[in-house]
């Protein structure tokens, strides 16, 4: 194939080479077709999991707990972290703010697994997290601090009686890489502990990238 050309895939000249073309600046012109991230998840690596069994927020910053830690077992891929979530399950009457912590922890042991479904999104069957599997789960894990930080807006609040209703997300847009035999530690953090129960997760995209160690 000549240098300065890339080959059409699909379509009636799908195969042949088309010319690639750029700016005065050598910077390459393209036109995005599809959305955001739809390449990624027609490849299949997609998945979103989050915490089954509810836990309380944390009313300071993080440091050696994590409510969700998840933990890339793999030997090759690394988990390209797409977005943040939590919700509040069970809040109590009073004006309250929230944000999730976040952060990548270095080279570790494996965590206890505790069993979580994690869905595809595009459609393959449903995975649960095992000990030995390529995703290993651990809830309420003790882990080292390695820059705890709040992703996303500060979520506020108030509620007049003891109901659920407050949830978000963050798009983290792979501002976030979780190499092998390392993990996402997931927590949420704000001003009322009593009364207050959340799960929180996230989604990633499970892809062999260079990384520096």
């Known amino acids: 194939m000549a240098a300065n050309t890339a080959v059409q895939r699909g379509g009636a000249a799908g195969g042949l080479p088309l010319p690639l073309e750029s700016n005065e600046f050598h910077e390459l012109l393209v036109a995005q077709g599809l959305p955001p ?8 690596g997609g998945w979103s999991m989050q915490t089954a069994t509810l836990f309380a927020p944390l009313v300071a910053i993080p440091t050696t707990v994590a409510a969700l830690e998840i933990y890339n077992n793999m030997s090759k891929d690394s988990l390209i972290i797409d977005t943040l979530f939590a919700s509040q399950v069970l809040s109590t009457a009073a004006s309250q703010t929230y944000a999730i ?3 990548v922890s270095t080279t570790k042991a494996a965590p206890a697994n505790t069993a979580i479904k994690m869905f595809s999104s595009s459609g393959r069957d449903v995975r649960e997290t095992t000990a030995a599997g390529p ?7 003790t882990v080292v601090a390695n820059g705890w930080r709040p992703w996303g807006t500060v979520q506020a609040w108030g509620t007049a009686t003891a109901t659920p209703g407050n949830a978000w997300h963050v798009d983290i847009d792979g501002k976030l890489i979780v190499p092998p035999k390392r993990a996402l530690l997931l927590h949420v953090v704000g001003a009322l502990a009593t009364a207050s129960t959340f799960q929180v997760g996230a989604s990633f995209y499970e892809a062999d990238v260079a990384y520096v160690t």
């Open 101 to 103: 912590y976040a952060c």
């Open 135 to 141: 995703i290993i789960a651990g809830i309420g894990t």
């Open 37 to 44: 991230y739809a390449e990624m998840t027609r490849k299949g």
